[in-house]
Structures are given as structure tokens and as C-alpha cells.
């Protein structure tokens, strides 16, 4: 017991109300049941985001893999804060759909049903104005083997692909899967949020340079791009022949008084015509194992390139579950926004107050995700020593994985090491805060008390 500053997982879940919790949930168990009834109630239009719904024991990479490295268990893991899904129970209308199809027990090859695009079409014409050419849609399982199939028709190996970064680690998967190379533009920061350098972007592109892969809102910074951001860098690409991947898989996701604009709705038409736009429900929904994405382009010829590349499956939950969302689930996720965006001020808000270790940037624009600033933190535990200290004695240790470790460890808080994000990503942790405000509050108490300077454990890990 001598993690978590004498503080562990049970006594939090005490203070705020979880203890029906603490133990490990079966899924589907009734304890799982009464926990995240999905309405709150006497109220049908209200969903209940509040009532923790425990994850633990169901394989989550996010609550089960902080588990599984040994440096923490059940009893002691107050929240799993990393990977990018969601702890919210799925819209209704997702299980009553899904629920719907069990009934018919066969699970045979599927067609695309012409509904399940036509939903995607509408749903992207109706919140933001895009209009999507059927002809020019396609399924893949997910957005990283559409990436994958654009970088395969437009980037051969060895050739550079531009980033700008902090930026979701995931790409650094699909280049090393293409065998093509990061050309990474670090951002810059200006009065806490960040931004394009434009002048380094272009400075990066060289004959090698054959496409961009743009994170729209942007993940991990939070950025919502504007459409002068956009046409900016739109122009850049345009005139030297770099081509636009734009995923915008986040876009679901944006803070009050903020405005997510798809690359694909510029008003310059050739910048539009540079590009493809990669996309699904399952960031919006909470669908990230169902596999189920698409990408589209105003360009015959970029989508049929990238076709050409993609060996597209549908699965029949992924469809049926996506199809669901998008005829039947807004109001959810409109509720469910609003609440992250709450979730987004008590950050904010309860970081400064309560942990001087722990620098925030401008609220985040879109995005369920926090980029702090953790150089102090790092500083404090002498991350970057026992870092070196570890690596010599085998495998390649980060300060970041050290710091992970330690809040882990001390904290029973898992978070995302921030070097993983490229250029610009070391001394910084993300934050995943799509979980309900006790989970939340409770993780960032025990942020707190680990880091108060009596508390702070400088011991090796
Ligand atoms: C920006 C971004 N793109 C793509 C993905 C993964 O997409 P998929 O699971 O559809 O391959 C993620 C997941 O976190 C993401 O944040």
C-alpha cells in the first residue's frame, strides 16, 4: 500500500460516491447495468453522463492496460485516462439497433446497405453544410487503413510525408506501415494555443514531399482549425503539389462557442480538390472496435487512387452500429458534447488552482483530450536521469514513460506520454477526459495529492 500517497483507488471512489464500483465489472453484469443507465431517471430527454460506468475487466486498453503493465491493479487504478475512447455508455439508440440485429443469429458476408451511406451523407450535410458524392465515398475498417491506402497511391517509400506536430502518434504507425518518413513542423504557440508555422511547413516540402496528413480538430492540442488556418495551408499544398489527407475523425467534438469547418468546405475549390477527408462515427459514439470509417473526395482521381489501395470491410456491427448513430444518436452526442465541454472548464479551472506542477494551454477547441505541460513534473522526479539510467541497462526508456509510470504509480492515474506525438511532444502528457465528472474529478484529486510537495515520492520507480 504504498502507492497513491497512502490515497488508493477505493477510498476515491468512496469520496465521490463510486464505491458500488470499485470492484472489477463484468460487462454486462446487472452491477454494470445499474451503474450507467444510459438516462437519468423520470427524465427521457436528459442521458446520464454522471453515473461512472467501470470498465475494468472487459479488456479496455484504457482501464485494463494500465492494469495489465503491473504498475498499478484494480483496487488502485483511479482512472485510465489514455487511449482515445470513450467511458460513456453507448447512445441508446446504438444498443436498441444492435440489439435489434442479435435477434437474427447469422452472421454471414454483408452488402453495404444503400441507407448506411445515405446516412453518412446526411449527417454531414445537416451539421456542416459539406455535400458528399456518394460516387465518391468509400468504407474502410478504420481511418488508419484509409490513411494507409492513400499513402500506398500517393507516397511511395522512402518519400517524406508532412506533419505538424505535437500530432496523434497513430500516423506514426501508418508511415512506418507505408515505409515512408516524417517531415515534421513543429507548431508554434501563440498566447497558449497553437498553430501552424507556415513558414516552416513550406520551408519543409521537397521533391520527396508527396502529401500532408492534417489532423482536423486536432489531436492532441485540441485545435479547431480555422478556415483561414485551412485555406492557408491549403494553398501551401496546392502550390507545390502536396496532397491534403484530412483526418477528421475528431470533429464530432467541439467546445462551446468554437467551430469545426471540414477541409472539404472551403470555399477555393482546387485547394478542396487537393484533398480527401477520412472520417466515422466511432470517435463521436464510442464505436472505436467496431471498425467501421470512410473517406470521400470532391477528386475522382484521388479517391480512385486510394481505392485502388483499399481492401475495404464492413462488419455487421460496425455498419449496423454507425448507421444507428447517425439516424438516431444526435441528441446524445449534442448532450454528451456539452458535458465534455463542462469536463474541458473543470480542468482548466481545477489545474491551475490546485496542481503549480501541471501546465494547461488555451482550452481546447474540439476534441475530448488535454495536452498539459509536465516539465516540472519531469523536473521533479529526475525523469530524464532514471530515464537514461533505464535505458542503459536495456530497453529505451522516455523521461515521458517515466513520468507515466509515476503518476500511475503514485496517482492511479494513466495518461498518454507526450514524446510519442512527435517534434515538440517531450516534457508533455494527454489527458483523455470523455469520462464521467466524479471519474474526472477523483483523477485529478489524486493528481494533486500525489504532486503536493510533501507528497511528491522522489524514490526510484
Ligand atoms: C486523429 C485520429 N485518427 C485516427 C484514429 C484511429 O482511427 P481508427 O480507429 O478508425 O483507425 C484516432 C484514434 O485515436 C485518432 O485520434
Redesign the pocket.
Known amino acids: 500500500m504504498s502507492q497513491n500517497n497512502g490515497l488508493n483507488r477505493r477510498s476515491f471512489l468512496r469520496n465521490t460516491g463510486l464505491a458500488a464500483l470499485a470492484g472489477a465489472v463484468a460487462p454486462g453484469s446487472s452491477l454494470a447495468a445499474a451503474a450507467g443507465a444510459a438516462m437519468a431517471p423520470g427524465d427521457s430527454t436528459k442521458f446520464d453522463f454522471d453515473t461512472p460506468y467501470s470498465r475494468i475487466g472487459t479488456d479496455s486498453v484504457k482501464w485494463d492496460g494500465p492494469i495489465a503493465t503491473g504498475n498499478t491493479d484494480k483496487d488502485h487504478l483511479v482512472a485510465g485516462m489514455g487511449?482515445?475512447d470513450m467511458d460513456f455508455r453507448a447512445a441508446p439508440a446504438i444498443t436498441q439497433a444492435l440489439q435489434e440485429r442479435m435477434k437474427h443469429e447469422l452472421w454471414g458476408y454483408l452488402t453495404v446497405p444503400k441507407s448506411f451511406n445515405e446516412g453518412i451523407v446526411a449527417w454531414n450535410k445537416r451539421r456542416y453544410g459539406v455535400d458528399i458524392d456518394p460516387a465518391l465515398m468509400d468504407i474502410t475498417t478504420?481511418?488508419?487503413?484509409g490513411?494507409i491506402a492513400s499513402l500506398r497511391a500517393f507516397s511511395p517509400p522512402g518519400t517524406k510525408v508532412l506533419l505538424t506536430t505535437p500530432t496523434?502518434n497513430?500516423?506514426y504507425g501508418d508511415l512506418r506501415n507505408t515505409g515512408t518518413l516524417a517531415e515534421e513542423s513543429v507548431m508554434k504557440v501563440v498566447n497558449g494555443r497553437f498553430t501552424f508555422d507556415f513558414d516552416d511547413f513550406e520551408r519543409r516540402i521537397s521533391r520527396e514531399t508527396n502529401t500532408f496528413i492534417l489532423?482536423n480538430p486536432q489531436?492532441p492540442t485540441g485545435n479547431c482549425w480555422t478556415p483561414e488556418e485551412l485555406t492557408r495551408i491549403g494553398e501551401i499544398c496546392l502550390r507545390h503539389r502536396v496532397i491534403v489527407l484530412a483526418?477528421e475523425?475528431?470533429c464530432d467534438w467541439v467546445a462551446k462557442g468554437q467551430k469545426y469547418t471540414p477541409f472539404a468546405s472551403l470555399p477555393n475549390k482546387a485547394i478542396v480538390n487537393n484533398s480527401l477527408t477520412?472520417k466515422?462515427a466511432?470517435?463521436s459514439f464510442g464505436l472505436?472496435a467496431m471498425?467501421c470509417?470512410w473517406y470521400y473526395s470532391t477528386n475522382k482521381d484521388l479517391f480512385m487512387a486510394t481505392k485502388a489501395n483499399n481492401r475495404a470491410d464492413l462488419t455487421t456491427v460496425g455498419m449496423i452500429a454507425s448507421k444507428a448513430a447517425y439516424s438516431g444518436g444526435e441528441e446524445w452526442l449534442n448532450q454528451c458534447v456539452d458535458y465534455v465541454n463542462g469536463n474541458h472548464d473543470l480542468v482548466q479551472s481545477f489545474v491551475k488552482a490546485n496542481i503549480p506542477l501541471i501546465k494547461t494551454y488555451a482550452k481546447a477547441e474540439g476534441t475530448y483530450l488535454v495536452w498539459l505541460d509536465v516539465s516540472q513534473v519531469a523536473e521533479k522526479i529526475g525523469a530524464k536521469d532514471k530515464a537514461a539510467a533505464e535505458s542503459k541497462a536495456g530497453r529505451t526508456v522516455t523521461p515521458e514513460q517515466i513520468v507515466e509510470r509515476w503518476f500511475v504509480k503514485n496517482a492511479g492515474v494513466a495518461l498518454n506520454p507526450g514524446n510519442t506525438y512527435g517534434a515538440g511532444g517531450a516534457n508533455h502528457m494527454r489527458m483523455n477526459i470523455a469520462t464521467s465528472r466524479k471519474t474526472l474529478q477523483a483523477a485529478l484529486t489524486s493528481l494533486a495529492n500525489a504532486l503536493k510537495s510533501g507528497n511528491l515520492n522522489t524514490a526510484a520507480l
Open positions: 487511449i482515445a478504420g481511418v488508419h487503413p490513411l496523434y497513430g500516423f489532423c489531436n483526418d475523425i475528431h477520412f466515422a466511432s470517435k472505436a471498425k470509417a
